[in-house]
Structure formats: structure tokens, C-alpha cells
């Protein structure tokens, strides 16, 4: 109960600052039993927020939709085009994350997003934390999404320290930036990245 109390205390404070037309994004990252998701849900229901892969199972986060008035993006739960296409099916998600390295790259993640598009599902262009390498990919999934389903984008560079290549284009005023340079527009800095373990001639 303190979970679930400390959890709908959180989410209030955070709308209060909310300027006109914004959204919240509480994301559980799957931590939530299935009863304290009820409860949050029941507590936030007329707050502008986006609750976030709530329960850890695909099973929970269906049957907690049907308890839950506020937007539903899904996440850890999505790892195939058959997991989106369960979610869908069960009206589980109003959202869904791709993560391009979760679900085996940029050919699938980009299927993945079509049909979120076909179907009318919002996506997040998204992928686990990485250097320029990983952002400028994620960038260019995410600028080819169109803007009416593409809910929002991380710069993953904020995450990390180690510089792995020049070229990036970092973001600005809230947006990713991108390269219109040949292929993801980056020079690797070779003294970083260090020697090959493999070489394919």
C-alpha cells in the first residue's frame, strides 16, 4: 500500500508543475504488483499521465487495462512483431516502445513501428542506453516516424560519457538532432573504440 500511496503522491506532484497541454510519463518498468497497478491507476485516473509498462507480464498488463482510464504505453513485454500484435489484439497498449536492439535491429524494429502505424498505435522509436553509434540510429528511426504516431525519442548520449565518435548531431530545445551525412554520419574515434577483435576482408 505505501508503494502504491508513495507512487499516486509522485505522479500528482509531477502534473502540478505540468504547463498547459503536457503530458506525464510514469514508467514502472514492470515493478508494480497487480493489485498496487489498480490502485495507482484508480488514484491518477483524471490526471493527465501516461502510465508505463506497469506489471511485468504481458498477462498483468492486459487484464490491468481493463482497470486503467489513463494511456497504456507498453515496453519490456514488446520483444516481437507477435507481442505487439497480442497487445494489440488484447487493446492492451495505446503506445508501444520499439527498442531497435531488443527486438534484433533496424529491419525489424521498422516493421515493428509499420504496423504501429497500420494499426494506429502511437510508437516510441526507442533502444537500450548506447554511445553516438546507437542514437544516431535510434535518430534516424525516430525522424522516419511519422510525427502523428511517434509519441517521443531519448537522446541516449545523455546517458554516457565516453565519447565514441565525432559527427553526432546532438539534439536541441527538446529535439533529436540528426546527420545528413552518408550512413549515420559519424567518424569513429579509433583511439577510443581500440583495436578489432575481428577483421572481415
Not at 544516431?136 to 528511426?141: D, E, I, Q, T
Request: charged fraction near 25%.
Amino acid at each position: 500500500a505505501a508503494t502504491a500511496d508513495a507512487a499516486i503522491a509522485t505522479i500528482e506532484a509531477v502534473c502540478d508543475i505540468l504547463a498547459p497541454g503536457e503530458l506525464a510519463l510514469c514508467d514502472a518498468n514492470g515493478g508494480w504488483s497487480f493489485p498496487d497497478a489498480v490502485r495507482i491507476a484508480a488514484g491518477v485516473r483524471n490526471l493527465p499521465v501516461i502510465i508505463e509498462q506497469p506489471c511485468r507480464t504481458m498477462e498483468e498488463c492486459i487484464k490491468f487495462r481493463k482497470r486503467c482510464w489513463n494511456p497504456i504505453k507498453l515496453d519490456e513485454v514488446i520483444e516481437t512483431t507477435q507481442d505487439l500484435l497480442r497487445a494489440w489484439n488484447a487493446g492492451a497498449m495505446d503506445y508501444c516502445t520499439i527498442k531497435i536492439s531488443r527486438v534484433g535491429g533496424l529491419s525489424k524494429a521498422r516493421r515493428m513501428r509499420d504496423i504501429c502505424v497500420d494499426l494506429g498505435i502511437g510508437a516510441v522509436p526507442d533502444d537500450t542506453w548506447g554511445s553516438e553509434f546507437v542514437s544516431s540510429a535510434l535518430a534516424h528511426f525516430a525522424w522516419s516516424t511519422p510525427t502523428k504516431y511517434r509519441l517521443n525519442a531519448t537522446d541516449l548520449t545523455d546517458y554516457v560519457t565516453v565519447v565514441t565518435a565525432d559527427g553526432y548531431a546532438r539534439g536541441e530545445n527538446g529535439y533529436l538532432g540528426f546527420s545528413d551525412a552518408p550512413g549515420l554520419g559519424l567518424t569513429p574515434r579509433m583511439n577510443v573504440l581500440g583495436k578489432p577483435d575481428y577483421v572481415v576482408e
